[in-house]
């Protein structure tokens, strides 16, 4: 994963978003702690909103902290998020999911 134009933050980002597995969320606050930089949880949502891996950087699997989808998901929007947590088993209800159940720990 290589891109001359990610700054070192983002790629601490993208590097702990590939942690999450299949089937699992975490929050951004989660990713930022994850990453090396707690606190930074709206900084992760801005680098996910220019994710240039969208692929390889599972960021549909990032959720807030109420467990709810983005909604201007830059890949597609909140409906494309939904799809792909779906596919991979994860049950969406009213925009959220439950994180008791499927949040990575």
Do not use: W
């Amino acid at each position: 994963m290589t891109d001359r134009t990610v700054t070192p933050f983002a790629a601490d980002v993208y590097k702990a978003v590939t942690e999450i597995p299949k089937g699992k969320v975490a929050t951004y606050a989660q990713i930022a702690l994850m990453s090396g930089h707690r606190g930074a949880a709206r900084a992760v949502g801005n680098a996910l909103h220019v994710n240039p891996f969208f692929g390889s950087v599972p960021c549909h699997r990032v959720v807030n902290a109420s467990g709810a989808l983005a909604p201007d998901f830059a890949f597609g929007g909140v409906d494309a998020q939904k799809r792909l947590l779906q596919d991979e088993g994860v049950v969406v209800v009213d925009g959220r999911v439950d994180l008791e159940e499927y949040q990575y720990r």
